[in-house]
């Protein structure tokens, strides 16, 4: 199975930084790396798709970049109601895997 | 409007079994593939399952190939997991999640998840 390595598993910002979160593949996975946010209580919401794609309705704050084995996914600025856990996901082959998370809190 | 509601969670003993369901509604069923995944008390995201539109391809997680299975009824618009011979680690929240395409890729629509308890 293709491993993903999400770092850091957690990160405290404050309201208007930049946080950025990466994600390294075991090996060459192209673009097929996607990007949720997860709030408890809520089902997961689909952010980024295909490395790069934002989905609709994403506020543009939201970014993702990458390619092959290391991507990163970007807030520009946090918000408040960014508040929550944040996952890759490869799609590389049919065994679909995520990265472990990152939960990122407000300081 | 996209709606995915599982059903069939509940407490099992270990060694038993159970079958999830999730019925589908709001897009064309069988167009796009389809998902199961959890998320243990205090763990990330699991992916467990995929199928294909048309059943075709089938894969699951290391975790529980040989004890789970994912079929679809295209005709009820349904997704299923029956799982067999369950563990305490297969305690999770099952979500059923819609693909964006008809083979395995990205989750665009997520259901709201069933409970798995399983303890003796």
């Known amino acids: 199975d293709i491993q993903m390595t999400q770092s850091p598993s957690s990160l405290s910002a404050s309201v208007g930084d930049r946080v950025t979160i990466t994600c390294q593949a075991s090996?060459?996975?192209?673009?097929?790396l996607n990007w949720y946010q997860h709030k408890p209580g809520k089902a997961p919401k689909l952010l980024i798709y295909?490395?790069?794609n934002l989905e609709t309705g994403v506020p543009s704050r939201f970014s993702g970049s990458g390619s092959g084995t290391y991507f990163t996914f970007t807030i520009s600025s946090l918000q408040p109601e960014d508040i929550a856990t944040y996952y890759c996901?490869?799609?590389?082959?049919?065994?679909?895997?995520f990265g472990g998370g990152t939960k990122v809190e407000i300081k | 409007e996209v709606q995915l509601v599982e059903s069939g969670g509940g407490l099992v003993q270990p060694g038993r079994s159970l079958r999830l369901s999730c019925a589908a509604s709001?897009?064309?069923?069988?167009?796009?593939?389809m998902h199961w995944v959890r998320q243990a008390p205090g763990k990330g995201l699991e992916w467990v399952s995929g199928?294909?539109?048309?059943?075709?391809?089938?894969a699951y997680a290391d975790s529980v190939k040989g004890r789970f299975t994912i079929s679809r009824d295209n005709a009820k618009n349904s997704l299923y997991l029956q799982m067999n011979s369950l563990r305490a680690e297969d305690m999770a929240l099952y979500y059923c999640?819609?693909?964006?395409?008809?083979?395995?890729?990205?989750?665009?629509?997520w259901g709201q998840g069933t409970l798995v308890t399983v303890s003796s």
């Open positions: 996901q490869q799609y590389d082959n049919l065994r679909l895997t």
């Open positions: 295909d490395a790069s």
């Open positions: 090996q060459d996975i192209s673009d097929y």
């Open positions: 709001g897009f064309t069923f069988d167009v796009y593939a």
């Open positions: 999640a819609k693909d964006a395409q008809g083979e395995q890729s990205f989750f665009d629509y």
């Open positions: 199928i294909s539109w048309n059943s075709d391809n089938i």
